[in-house]
């Protein structure tokens, strides 16, 4: 798992040879095979339905409960509120 403010797509997870990429606020998600694909050019999602579907709820799980559990200063930060789901 990894979450950050640089990129579009900012929260990751990855399972095996699968890793899903989701942007903040967990709207628009990208699921690549990195074995077949190491550089992420092809987006999966279409093609893997039970793979994407598993793997999303699990990225947004797991997200909102570092979320829950982290520092709360940081959730005051203007350009965070604007970019993540505090639910």
Known sequence: YWRNTQYTFQLAIRAKEWKIVSNSQRTEFELYNLYLDPRETADLSKHYPK?????????????????????????????????????
Do not use: H, N, R, S
Not at 52 to 64: G, N, P, T
């Open 51 to 87: 793979v994407f579907e598993q793997m999303k709820a699990q990225l947004i799980a797991y997200d909102k409960d570092v979320l829950a559990e982290g520092p709360k200063w940081w959730q005051k930060e203007t350009k965070l509120k604007q970019t993540i789901p505090f639910d």
